[in-house]
């Protein structure tokens, strides 16, 4: 990065077209960039390891955002905003090319980075939000998180050019809000003898033909994540596909090899001998850690739910002196796109500041349930605006579904994606829905694949129940689908096909969302 930041700005338009190509677009996902929706324009994905930030970094991201976030002359679509990803990340849109060195330079000073959180590459490391803060934590990843983020910065030329993408979660927590089991790899807690330390986890992952992963009979003592990790890449390496793209996950190569093959690949590489499995500590249940908890110091740690993940600059600033004046300036960013203050004292004056009225901790269970990815205009393979969806399906929930009881509903979870990827994890909600076009004799619509009972910590991915459902048909659906939740006429956490009557669309695309 360096290199790049040593030279003047380049108009995008200036370049060679071999750069301006894909191989050219290619080269910058290895730091951070991706081609938009728009000629010209970029959206940049910040590496933010466990989602842990000081005031000061959103400080320099929020005035990314204002300064260099501005929509291109004549067009009506948002700016000057950013997103919280379902990794715990930060990627903003409208972005220059020209700006990227200013943008690098700011980053930089304040201990900011984009590298490798993009491409076919270790992507940013997940963990628990309330790692080494919560008091039901049964030992902090913190160090862990350090060991490996500086690993992967150490070794781009292992884990920059994989033959694809490579995710890792680790949590010390007693929940599963990291979704340990839809990762290449993953650390969850456990107990040997009197060690705590981790069990692994190997072949998870979403999109086209999402696999929860298989777990190992390895036990891993935290000092020993980083050779674990860097023993899969290198199976990867050795044994995954770099010219099939569609098929080169490493799922798809645990799935092919076998998980107790993959696991003898890892045990030859190490430099230690790794204990046999341990006592799973995981409840495996899901959790967001939304509303005012109490510390380990006797502080406070403040979940407020950001509305589909989406914060303007000026409230990501806003945050940032909220974190100053109320908590120890430590913010934490959640997979499930929201945010967390921590070390809060004056947890009143907090919750009476205005941003609160709009980043609630209680939010009702329908503003707290929906996340929806990027979608259109914005990424080029989406076929519908999700987010602007998702909130038109909260309002619609909450005018609909007897307010009285929707403490029936705590803990839903509806996710919306904007095509076929998995960047909203359909297959995790207890509803998703998938954007796709419906045609009859007159016109084609917006419409939506449905898929109900998503679990992961329960072994259970979604199953698909409907194709093509017009878009109005599907929000009225669900709305009767939660009101019987709602009235006790069903669980939220045993949802079933055959339950329920769908108005319109189309026979079930397929008979489960994964095989």
């Known amino acids: 990065m360096s290199a790049i930041l040593d030279r003047g700005p380049t108009l995008w338009d200036d370049l060679h077209p071999s750069d301006q190509g894909s191989l050219g677009v290619g080269k910058l996902r290895l730091v951070g960039v991706y081609d938009d929706g728009f000629p010209g324009t970029f959206m940049l994905r910040t590496r933010i390891a466990g989602g842990r930030l000081t005031a000061r970094q959103l400080k320099v991201i929020a005035g990314v955002v204002n300064d260099m976030?501005?929509?291109?002359?004549?067009?009506?679509?948002?700016?000057?905003?950013?997103?919280?990803?379902?990794?715990?990340?930060?990627?903003?849109?409208?972005?220059?090319?020209e700006n990227l060195p200013e943008i690098w330079r700011r980053f930089?000073?304040?201990?900011?980075?984009?590298?490798?959180?993009?491409?076919?590459?270790?992507?940013?490391?997940?963990?628990?939000?309330?790692?080494?803060?919560?008091?039901?934590?049964?030992?902090?990843?913190?160090?862990?998180?350090?060991?490996?983020?500086?690993?992967?910065?150490?070794?781009?030329?292992?884990?920059g050019f994989l033959p694809r993408k490579f995710k890792v979660g680790v949590t010390a927590c007693h929940s599963d809000c990291i979704v340990a089991r839809v990762n290449c790899i993953a650390f969850t807690p456990a107990r040997l003898k009197d060690s705590l330390g981790f069990n692994v986890h190997i072949g998870g992952g979403l999109s086209d033909y999402p696999r929860l992963a298989s777990s190992t009979d390895l036990f891993v003592e935290p000092r020993n994540v980083v050779p674990t990790v860097k023993a899969?890449?290198?199976?990867?390496?050795?044994?995954?596909?770099?010219?099939?793209?569609?098929?080169?996950?490493?799922?798809?190569?645990v799935h092919e090899l076998g998980a107790v093959r993959v696991e003898e690949e890892i045990r030859r590489r190490l430099h230690f001998d790794p204990e046999p499995a341990g006592e799973d500590l995981s409840s495996w249940t899901s959790e967001d850690h939304l509303g005012v908890h109490r510390a380990k110091d006797g502080s406070h740690y403040v979940g407020l739910c950001v509305?589909?993940?989406?914060?303007?600059?000026?409230?990501?600033?806003?945050?940032?002196?909220?974190?100053?004046?109320?908590?120890?300036?430590?913010?934490?960013?959640?997979?499930?796109?929201?945010?967390?203050?921590?070390?809060?004292?004056?947890?009143?004056?907090?919750?009476?500041e205005p941003l609160l009225s709009r980043l609630k901790p209680y939010p009702d269970p329908f503003e707290r349930g929906v996340i929806a990815c990027t979608s259109a205009p914005f990424c080029k393979f989406a076929?519908?605006?999700?987010?602007?969806?998702?909130?038109?399906?909260?309002?619609?929930?909450?005018?609909?579904?007897?307010?009285q009881r929707w403490n029936r509903l705590e803990?839903?979870?509806?996710?919306?994606?904007?095509?076929?990827?998995?960047?909203?994890?359909?297959?995790?909600?207890?509803?998703?829905?998938?954007?796709?076009?419906?045609?009859?004799?007159?016109?084609?619509?917006?419409?939506?694949?449905?898929?109900?009972?998503?679990?992961?910590?329960?072994?259970?991915?979604?199953?698909?129940?409907?194709?093509?459902?017009?878009?109005?048909n599907a929000f009225d659906d669900i709305t009767?689908?939660?009101?019987?939740?709602?009235?006790?006429?069903?669980?939220?956490?045993?949802?079933?096909?055959?339950?329920?009557?769908?108005?319109?669309?189309?026979?079930?695309?397929?008979?489960?969302?994964?095989?």
């Open 480 to 515: 009767s689908l939660l009101t019987k939740i709602a009235n006790g006429e069903a669980e939220i956490s045993n949802l079933s096909s055959e339950s329920w009557n769908w108005t319109g669309g189309t026979k079930p695309v397929s008979t489960v969302v994964t095989e």
């Open 69 to 97: 976030s501005v929509r291109l002359p004549g067009s009506t679509e948002p700016e000057r905003f950013a997103e919280i990803t379902t990794r715990q990340n930060f990627q903003i849109h409208w972005i220059r090319f």
């Open 383 to 403: 076929i519908l605006a999700m987010k602007p969806y998702g909130a038109k399906l909260i309002d619609h929930l909450r005018n609909n579904v007897p307010e």
């Open 232 to 253: 899969a890449l290198e199976v990867f390496v050795e044994f995954g596909d770099f010219q099939n793209s569609s098929i080169n996950r490493f799922r798809a190569m």
């Open 307 to 352: 509305p589909l993940g989406r914060l303007t600059g000026d409230e990501l600033e806003e945050l940032a002196v909220l974190s100053e004046r109320y908590g120890d300036s430590q913010l934490r960013l959640t997979l499930r796109q929201n945010v967390i203050l921590t070390g809060v004292k004056d947890v009143d004056g907090l919750i009476g």
């Open 108 to 159: 930089s000073q304040a201990g900011l980075s984009s590298i490798e959180a993009c491409g076919n590459s270790m992507r940013n490391i997940t963990a628990c939000p309330v790692d080494g803060i919560d008091e039901a934590g049964l030992f902090s990843v913190g160090p862990v998180l350090e060991e490996l983020n500086a690993f992967a910065f150490d070794n781009q030329c292992l884990t």
């Open 411 to 472: 803990g839903l979870r509806i996710h919306m994606s904007g095509c076929k990827a998995s960047c909203a994890q359909v297959a995790l909600g207890h509803v998703g829905l998938r954007a796709t076009m419906g045609k009859d004799e007159r016109s084609a619509f917006d419409a939506f694949d449905v898929a109900l009972g998503g679990d992961a910590g329960a072994g259970r991915l979604a199953r698909w129940v409907r194709g093509e459902v017009p878009a109005a």
